[in-house]
């Protein structure tokens, strides 16, 4: 598909609204629907879709794969990393309350980071499961 | 949602198969959107008719694109998936009726979640409310679990991979 101008055309154009639209979800999952899964899932349906078009060489160019696979420890580790700043502030495992000296402000940040450890792992394990597949050789029929 | 059931049963094009179930994948999001529950229906339609729509074609890519015909009449696990299904919808009829005030669900502590939470997390979104705070451990869980399915899909296929080399 490297060659059909109409597709490259109509990738670059999305793309860009994909992310944005995978960013608006992550940070307004407060607010309105969404949340770091779907955010997750979203960023890296964008990167799928630019390797679809552009092919995967390219697509490795933008999300190399120690980048990936680093993304999907480094997710657990921001959420698991927030509930021992909880501990280390005095609260139990997972607690808010303590991450700021306004319980609800707290809140608000304990939240944030956790949906942006979620974020990361989902998208770092769906990339890396669609680099797995799409790297595999086609067996002959 | 029916007729796309009918079909996705009847086809044996294996391309068909999925472009199908994708399909019903955003059937079910705009179910769940009509039974107010976005959050979900937007889980749906990213996950169900999205990522794994391109999951399925990439495996597609890798083996034939028609189904093989079965060797022998799949009668006991007819009989068998039949025989489930039947229980589970007996099941749902001592469930309550759909959006009733009264249901148990309703009683124990979704009323603290709801009245409460602006107080004690001030998130708009009770769903997010639910997920990341109040829930915390489960979502915990989850990313956990999403984690662990991928370093077993790398394992495996990696694995593969090396000992064709060899």
């Not at chain 1, 899964?37 to 890296?44: K, M, R, T």
Request: charge should be neutral; proline fraction near 4%; glycine fraction near 10%.
């Amino acid at each position: 598909m490297r060659d059909d101008l109409l597709l490259r055309w109509a990738a670059k154009l999305l793309i860009p609204f994909i992310l944005l639209f995978a960013l608006y979800v992550q940070f307004h999952g407060d607010f309105g629907p969404g949340g770091g899964f779907q955010a997750g899932v979203i960023l890296a349906a964008a990167v799928i879709f630019y390797a679809l078009i552009y092919g995967l060489a390219d697509a490795r160019k933008v999300a190399p794969e120690p980048l990936v696979e680093s993304m999907m420890a480094i997710g657990v580790l921001i959420y698991a990393g927030v509930g021992v700043a909880g501990l280390l502030l005095g609260g139990n495992y997972l607690d808010y309350f303590v991450l700021d000296h306004d319980p609800v402000h707290g809140q608000h940040r304990g939240i944030f980071w956790v949906e942006v450890g979620v974020a990361t792992t989902v998208s770092g394990v769906m990339l890396k499961i669609f680099y797995m597949f799409a790297d595999r050789g086609r067996v002959d029929e | 949602m029916v007729v796309t059931v009918w079909v996705l049963g009847r086809s044996r094009n294996l391309f068909v198969v999925v472009v199908l179930s994708g399909v019903y994948s955003f059937f079910m999001a705009t179910v769940l959107v009509a039974m107010d529950a976005v959050d979900v229906a937007m889980t749906e339609a990213s996950v169900g008719a999205g990522i794994s729509t391109v999951l399925f074609l990439g495996a597609l890519y890798l083996c034939k694109s028609r189904e093989a015909h079965a060797m022998r009449r799949p009668w006991l696990p007819l009989g068998m998936s039949l025989a489930v299904g039947a229980t589970l919808v007996y099941g749902t009829l001592g469930l309550p009726e759909f959006s009733d005030a009264q249901a148990p669900i309703h009683q124990h502590v979704v009323p603290r979640y709801l009245n409460e939470e602006k107080d004690e997390v001030g998130v708009p979104n009770v769903v997010t409310a639910v997920l990341a705070s109040y829930r915390g451990y489960d979502t915990l869980g989850e990313t956990t679990v999403v984690f662990t399915a991928g370093v077993g899909v790398v394992t495996l296929l990696r694995r593969r991979r090396r000992a064709r080399a060899s």
